[in-house]
């Protein structure tokens, strides 16, 4: 099909209203299985993004129900990193049926427009603060027993503020079913695709770790770890080469992200992180020890003002061929198209380059006469080993009831059978610890001899964890949450603690160990740092006796300054600030003003002859008022006042009366 043609079949139904309420305003982009268009919701007057299936799936009554089932689920996720599903229809108002999905409209960028406008590896800031939000958005999908199945550059969404959102979540299915599709050919991307994908089809919640974590190299060193002349050469590395560390790539990268990174892309998805909840933790631990904040994810200036949605890569629909073509430039990871592979009971997708057409094929027909030919033996010796193990070990055998027995029972009836256990384990709030909650296949389900069955095993009711003292609050809340459980936090019953800083947890309630329903609340008890001190009662004391009270109590004393007090002795303490009695937070030490007294105590100076008491009175800053009755020489005073003892302000008058 030409470009103009497939621009002719995006445009077809602009101008159209599907369901009598979703107009449809403008073409956004095409991809493997469907049409995007910018519309409108008339009925809620709101921009949406809507996703109408090619007609060669409209027609397939056995893959609409499912993409209708798939779209309920995917509408049940509400996560602020996910593209929120908003309704899904089926219209026969255009002269043909079309099934559509109608999504949130996002205005920015993709991942992919960002890696390429970086032309290298992203700043590692900015690297984690993209994959935490997409962690965290397949976290919920997998709480929801959801798989994605495709995370990839061009299914992350970043709007212009700098939030990351994760898209295309409307062609994930239940974990339960996941492997168990009907049909030769499901979607995935072959530069992401984990090991099991390509080898049986099986995809859980490690199958999405793989893919992050490949999402993450590509940020950290600008190009994914494999690239290939054919789609099955990378299928084939990611089957049989173990992801180089990205070290390699970027000396500076620090340890903890170099190695979290290769042990999300694990061959063995056992020995990943067994969840994007897990990865997200590991993640999140390794950021805070290396202190790197999140950041704003910037949106380059040519896509600032581009609409998003769930995105999709601008290839021809998915069709099933018989050969793998050549793939694009290593820069730009393998777009869509499907690909047969030998039939098991477990389809997986994979997508791959559109097929060039006219001269552009003939002008690289040499090239890919050798990468058609590689790709031949492979498939043959594929489908030689394929049939081999059909004629040989590929006999079937019934899944036994494994649902409700202990573990280990569990694994002895599938290893009597031949059949191996892979077990991921849950809480739940019903089924006892060690007790298998589900399989996958299902009782009664036929597999071959040496297949693996995945069981999902009881953790019993979450506990209330550890919360070690002095944790911050943001640290612990997120701690709890990870512990499926609810964190409260109620200011009112906070309490002051000696060695516990401000802000941070004292305790829990109930305690550690407690066994609660999932989501059930965990009280977080924060202290409210030190209990105030009333400042001591220092008034009467000496300057000097005052300032060390008071800084054996934590305070730091100063001279507040002096004032007049009849009272009160000279560099004796009138008063603090803070008050006598006030009760004062010792964050740090806390200064408390000392106010002193100025005052001066009159001396006796009956009997002291008047050019004496001139002298006594002089040297403290007071002056001396005669009344002699016979004025000579060396008179003596037999009067004062004020009297001796009393306490005047500094330059009063002492009147003497002398003879």
């Not at 061009?154 to 700098?162: A, H, R």
């Not at 979540?169 to 991307?189: N, P």
């Not at 055998?397 to 191996?420: F, H, I, R, Y």
């Not at 071959?448 to 506990?463: A, F, I, N, Q």
Request: charged share 20%; net charge negative.
């Amino acid at each position: 099909m030409t470009s103009e043609t497939r621009r002719e079949r995006g445009a077809s139904l602009v101008g159209a209203m599907l369901e009598r309420r979703y107009r449809v305003d403008a073409l956004i982009a095409r991809g493997g299985m469907s049409t995007v268009y910018r519309g409108l919701d008339t009925r809620l007057d709101r921009p949406v993004a809507i996703k109408v299936m090619d007609a060669q799936y409209s027609g397939d009554r056995s893959f609409v129900e499912r993409f209708e089932r798939e779209a309920r689920a995917a509408a049940k996720l509400h996560h602020p990193d996910i593209v929120a599903v908003y309704d899904q229809g089926v219209d026969h108002g255009t002269g043909e049926e079309h099934v559509f999905l109608v999504m949130q409209l996002v205005e920015g960028c993709t991942l992919r427009d960002l890696i390429m406008d970086e032309r290298g590896p992203l700043p590692l800031a900015t690297a984690l603060s993209v994959i935490e939000p997409v962690l965290s958005a397949l976290q919920a999908a997998h709480q929801a027993e959801m798989v994605h199945r495709d995370v990839k550059p061009e299914n992350v969404l970043i709007s212009t503020d700098g939030s990351v959102k994760v898209a295309d979540f409307g062609l994930v299915r239940a974990a339960a079913e996941a492997g168990t599709t009907s049909g030769s050919v499901i979607l995935g991307t072959v530069a992401y695709l984990s090991p099991e994908q390509v080898t049986t089809g099986a995809a859980d919640a490690r199958t999405d770790v793989y893919a992050a974590g490949i999402v993450l190299y590509e940020m950290l060193t600008g190009r994914p770890p494999y690239v290939g002349d054919t789609a099955l050469s990378v299928a084939y590395r990611h089957v049989n080469d173990d992801v180089p560390p990205p070290a390699e790539q970027v000396p500076d990268l620090p340890p903890a992200i170099n190695d979290l990174v290769v042990r999300a892309t694990r061959r063995d998805p056992a020995q990943r992180p067994q969840s994007a909840e897990a990865f997200l933790a590991e993640l999140q631990q390794a950021r805070r020890e290396l202190g790197i904040s999140l950041v704003p994810v910037p949106v380059p200036e040519s896509a600032e003002h581009t609409t998003l949605m769930p995105a999709v890569a601008a290839d021809p629909p998915t069709a099933q061929i018989p050969a793998v073509q050549a793939a694009p430039p290593p820069q730009q990871p393998n777009p869509t198209r499907a690909m047969l592979r030998p039939t098991t009971d477990d389809d997986f997708t994979q997508e791959m380059a559109p097929v060039p057409a006219g001269p552009v094929r003939e002008r690289r027909n040499g090239r890919r006469t050798v990468a058609i030919w590689t790709a031949i033996v492979l498939v043959l010796a594929a489908l030689v080993g394929g049939a081999a193990f059909w004629l040989g070990l590929g006999s079937y055998v019934d899944v036994p009831k494994l649902v409700g027995q202990q573990e280990a029972a569990a694994q002895k009836a599938l290893s009597d059978l031949e059949l191996t256990g892979n077990v991921t384990r849950e809480n739940d709030n019903n089924v006892p610890e060690g007790v298998v909650i589900s399989s996958n296949p299902r009782e009664g389900s036929q597999v071959r001899s040496g297949s693996t069955v995945d069981l999902v095993v009881s953790l019993g009711k979450p506990k209330v964890p550890e919360i070690a003292e002095g944790t911050p609050l943001a640290e612990a809340e997120s701690i709890i949450r990870n512990a499926k459980l609810q964190p409260k936090h109620d200011e009112s019953a906070d309490q002051f603690h000696t060695s516990v800083p401000e802000g941070r947890v004292i305790s829990v309630d109930p305690a550690p160990g407690t066994p609660l329903n999932i989501s059930g609340e965990v009280s977080l008890i924060v202290s409210k740092g030190p209990p105030p001190v009333p400042v001591p009662d220092v008034r009467g004391m000496s300057r000097d006796d005052a300032f060390a009270t008071l800084a054996n109590a934590g305070f730091e004393p100063y001279e507040l300054g002096r004032e007049f007090n009849s009272d009160v002795a000279a560099d004796h303490v009138i008063g603090t600030d803070p008050e006598i009695g006030t009760e004062v937070k010792l964050v740090g030490k806390p200064r408390i003003g000392v106010k002193l007294s100025n005052a001066v105590t009159v001396p006796s100076l009956n009997g002291v002859s008047v050019e004496e008491a001139q002298q006594q009175v002089a040297a403290l800053g007071l002056r001396l008022n005669v009344n002699a009755i016979f004025h000579r020489e060396n008179m003596v005073i037999f009067g004062q006042y004020p009297l001796p003892g009393s306490k005047v302000e500094p330059g009063s008058e002492i009147h003497v009366t002398a003879l």
